[in-house]
């Protein structure tokens, strides 16, 4: 079972490859995720690494290294790169299927009591 954090975090990579980043450095993941318009703060950047770290140990992150002449040309180490793989995005489905139903049968519960609340309305004869 995924925590929040996990959570977050594949959402986050669905979400950066689906916008054409196919890969991210923690840092990044980390600025995507703490969303202060969401109420979304995470308590520290820290928490990441170990949350990315067991993404990977579970198969759904796979990390590379940035080419070090890349990382040299630009005067910083190289970054730690991941992206999210078929795995990854599969649990991600799993984890969302329970929200997807509730909202659901949120709709359909009213959408019943529309329709319930139109028919106490409406006209009763000529």
Not at 12 to 19: G, K
Not at 96 to 115: C, F, G, H, S, W
Request: charged share 25%.
């Amino acid at each position: 079972m995924l925590i929040p954090m996990e959570v977050a975090i594949l959402e986050a990579a669905v979400r950066l490859a689906q916008e054409g980043t196919d890969q991210f450095y923690g840092l990044a993941l980390a600025r995507e995720i703490d969303d202060p318009s969401q109420s979304r703060h995470l308590a520290s950047y820290g928490t990441i690494y170990k949350a990315l770290d067991r993404l990977k140990e579970l198969g759904y992150l796979e990390r590379t290294w940035e080419d070090a002449q890349f990382a040299a040309a630009h005067r910083r180490p190289p970054r730690c790169l991941y992206h999210v793989t078929d795995e990854g995005r599969k649990a991600l489905a799993v984890t969302q299927q329970p929200v997807r139903r509730d909202v659901d049968e949120i709709k359909q519960a009213a959408a019943n009591q529309d329709l319930l609340a139109m028919s106490r309305m409406a006209p009763s004869g000529p």
